[in-house]
């Protein structure tokens, strides 16, 4: 399951449109963590800085889904530009749960 959230992340790249479960939102976010972490650690700085600006459109994309899955709309993604207090609210729409299964 956890690989499959992670392939779909990749797969699913240009797909603002879409849904995304919390389950598959959250697998995908800690494979990509996990990945940068040991990329930091047996390479350097230059590799996983590069790994963070290819799948920077992959995270934006499965954060729309995300959002749009709780029952917000899209443009929430937005309230990430507001230092802090934004962060808060958005992790707080991440971990709603989705809004077909209420």
């Not at 590799?47 to 959002?67: E, G, H, K, Q, T």
């Not at 507001?82 to 077909?100: A, H, M, Y």
């Amino acid at each position: 399951m956890v690989i499959n959230s992670y392939l779909r992340f990749w797969t699913r790249i240009l797909d603002f449109e879409g849904l995304t479960k919390r389950g598959d939102f959250w697998s995908a976010f800690f494979v990509s963590w996990i990945i940068f972490v040991l990329l930091k650690i047996f390479l350097g700085d230059g590799i996983p800085d590069l790994y963070c600006w290819v799948s920077l459109i992959p995270n934006v994309s499965i954060a729309m889904r995300r959002v749009r899955d709780s029952g917000k709309s899209r443009k929430w993604i937005f309230i990430n530009l507001i230092p802090i207090i934004g962060q808060i609210w958005f992790f707080i729409f991440l971990i709603q749960p989705s809004k077909r299964d209420s």
